[in-house]
């Protein structure tokens, strides 16, 4: 494993990445590597969850691995599965050699399939192992992740039990559909990723439109934490404003034209009841009030 | 730098340091912050980091550390400066969002305050001892289908607002208990019988196939599982309906021992999630978590208001196509009628079911005429009696029908 970076360098290289980070964030991946636990994410959709993960992968120069949870996620989608389609061929195409060399055969790695989480403890260098909206997962499922996560090591019963070669960074996100179980919590370290400041979106405009004029960023950026304070029904995230952003781009000031801006308020509102419930003038105050 | 923590069996932090720390853990615990062992030894692997110690990245450490939910996520700052500003007077640093409201009273709560004349609520509740027990069991029998012994018979059909004696309040609690956590089993038990076959299961059938010489004759087949009930309930909890609550407490905590997925809430002038508390597996200490949170009530009751916030905050979350949402209240809403209605409307436009039990409906010569009953009225899918146990147990096919 290479030598944990401090607090610092991390904010520095995500910066580099394109991530903006607030500075508790790196401080809490710094701790993550030092105390070598997984970190939980917990907050809004949108916030930018998953994002983190990416860019952790990028500065550490490895690979992510993403697990995806669903309700009914069980080991054999998360773990291993045998490949028994090809297991059957192999069984028939052998047919009258001795049994047990047979079953060595179909038992070995050739016919093993590696999910997210067997792939995750058998790299040469440690991943980033990504597991994406865990309150999704059976509580089943969140036992023995926990299991998995305190020793690093999977049985499997035909073949034995594998050790990790590298322990990965662990990340977990949670929308909190679900409350999560206390034992996973405090397996966990925790960081709530909320919507970001104004200054800080207006930072991640600039990083990811180049083109985009610095006023009109920390325009936007106003406007957002403005809207979001508004009672809708959806609110909108980093990857809404960033739309939002882009199709503006190249206008000075927001209330050059009030037409583009109502027209693009498709990537922020987008259900009915909200594009209702913003009527014009409630726009043109908002905007008139983040000038 | 130092290396990972499993290579830091001695920790260097002076001593000073280190009986600080330890005074800071506790007041987390006085706080409710689960803090084990494990959190201790990686604080002291914290304060001994060069970068993470410093002042200005040791707050936001120790929180990442300790704080493990949002609400903790939110009150850790304001106990942290509490604590190492104030340590020199040696005063107790508690603080929680309720005890600020001010204004509350706990009496009809069983909770830690809670004395045992008071209402009738035993301030302890001794552990039930085998034979209770079996009296119990055989209670909610006779709540559901057929009759008990005499005195299980009589609670099961005395209205909660009657029930006096200590004992037997607590015999009734159990039972609403009880009630809750059977719900769950029968429920499953129809999910799985109704269970057959469509895909083929390749493991299972290839296990299978060993008996035959590796001949794949057995098919296993297995079919998605059906997606399990979610029930969310919201308890108000006004001076009108002290004398249910207590009762409701506890069904709220079987329901939420027996389901996988349920929510709780309770509402008076605001609505305050209680998913958490009730949680807790000894029902007395729940019934302690959910008295602190509760605390703060006496007003009217705002039910449009607090039904507002659900839907705002808490709907996306907690609602799915397959959530009932059970609302328990005797529809006294000093809020204006519209806004209930409006928002019953929201409420069933996303749930599956809306059930509203009324506790006063089983009095007789009771008529929905509360102006707040009337405007709720047109969008509950069931409108039922629960003024006792034998009301409750009658709800059970009304949830397997979902």
């Known amino acids: 494993m290479t030598a944990p970076l401090d607090r610092e360098a991390i904010a520095e290289r995500l910066a580099a990445t394109g991530y903006v980070p607030d500075r508790d964030l790196a401080t809490a991946l710094a701790l993550m590597q030092r105390l070598g636990r997984p970190l939980l994410l917990e907050g809004e959709a949108g916030v930018g969850k998953t994002e983190i993960a990416k860019a952790l992968a990028e500065i550490h120069g490895t690979r992510l691995i993403r697990l995806q949870c669903w309700e009914g996620l069980d080991r054999a989608a998360a773990l291993y599965e045998w490949n028994y389609q090809r297991q059957l061929l192999a069984i028939k195409a052998r047919e009258g050699h001795d049994a047990k060399v047979v079953e060595a055969e179909i038992f070995s790695e050739a016919y093993l399939l590696e999910r997210p989480l067997l792939a995750a403890i058998r790299q040469e260098t440690a991943p980033v192992l990504l597991i994406d909206e865990i309150d999704r997962a059976d509580e089943e499922f969140e036992a023995f992740l926990l299991e998995l996560l305190s020793d690093f090591q999977v049985t499997i019963p035909e073949l034995g039990t594998i050790t990790a070669t590298s322990v990965p960074h662990v990340i977990l996100t949670s929308n909190a559909t679900r409350e999560l179980s206390d034992a996973l919590r405090r397996r966990c370290l925790y960081h709530y990723v909320d919507y970001p400041a104004p200054d800080r979106e207006a930072r991640i405009l600039l990083a990811r439109l180049p083109a985009i004029d610095t006023a009109l960023a920390t325009q936007i950026a106003r406007f957002l934490a403005k809207l979001r304070k508004e009672d809708l029904a959806k609110v909108p995230g980093v990857a809404e404003s960033l739309d939002f952003a882009a199709s503006l781009v190249g206008l000075a000031d927001l209330r050059e034209d009030p037409d583009a801006v109502r027209d693009a308020l498709i990537a922020l509102l987008k259900t009915r009841e909200d594009r209702a419930r913003l009527a014009p003038q409630v726009i043109a105050r908002l905007v008139e009030a983040s000038a | ?402």
């Open chain 2, 1 to 402: 730098m130092r290396p990972a923590p499993a290579a830091m069996p001695e920790i260097d932090v002076p001593a000073a340091i280190r009986g600080r720390l330890a005074g800071f853990v506790r007041s987390l615990r006085m706080n409710g912050f689960p803090v084990g062992l494990a959190e201790s030894r990686d604080a002291l692997a914290i304060l001994a980091e060069a970068d993470l110690a410093r002042p200005a990245a040791l707050m936001p450490s120790l929180r990442t550390l300790f704080a493990s939910r949002p609400s903790d996520w939110e009150r850790f700052p304001e106990i942290y400066a509490a604590y190492w500003r104030a340590r020199r007077t040696g005063m107790r640093v508690t603080t929680s969002g309720a005890s600020r409201t001010g204004g509350l009273d706990i009496r009809s709560w069983p909770g830690p305050q809670a004395k045992p004349a008071i209402e009738g609520v035993p301030d302890r509740v001794t552990r039930t001892d085998e034979a209770e027990d079996h009296a119990a069991e055989s209670g909610d029998e006779a709540g559901s289908r057929r009759a008990g012994g005499s005195r299980v018979e009589s609670l099961a059909h005395t209205d909660f607002r009657h029930l006096t004696d200590p004992a037997e309040i607590e015999a009734a609690h159990a039972l609403a208990e009880r009630l809750a956590r059977r719900m769950r089993t029968r429920l499953v038990r129809r999910e799985r019988i109704a269970r057959r076959g469509r895909r083929i299961d390749l493991r299972r059938t290839l296990a299978r196939a060993v008996e035959h010489g590796g001949e794949p004759i057995d098919l296993v087949r297995r079919r998605p599982r059906a997606k399990p009930l979610k029930l969310v309930i919201l308890l108000d909890a006004s001076g009108s309906m002290s004398v249910y609550s207590a009762t409701f407490v506890r069904f709220m905590h079987g329901v939420l021992a027996g389901f996988a997925r349920a929510d709780a809430f309770v509402f008076h002038t605001r609505l305050i999630q209680v998913s958490q508390a009730l949680r807790e597996r000894d029902p007395v200490r729940a019934a302690e978590r959910f008295a602190l949170l509760a605390q703060g009530f006496g007003g009217g009751t705002r039910i449009g208001a607090a039904l507002e916030t659900f839907n705002r905050a808490y709907a996306s979350r907690t609602l799915t196509s397959r959530t009932a949402v059970m609302i328990v209240s005797d529809g006294y809403d000093t809020g204006e009628p519209e806004v209930l209605a409006r928002e019953m409307a929201r409420l069933r436009r996303r749930a599956r079911r809306v059930i509203w039990l009324n506790p006063m409906l089983g009095w007789r010569d009771y008529a929905p005429a509360a102006r707040g009953m009337r405007a709720a009225l047109p969008h509950v899918d069931l409108f039922a009696p629960a003024h006792d146990l034998a009301s409750l147990a009658a709800l059970e096919p009304e949830l397997a029908r979902l």
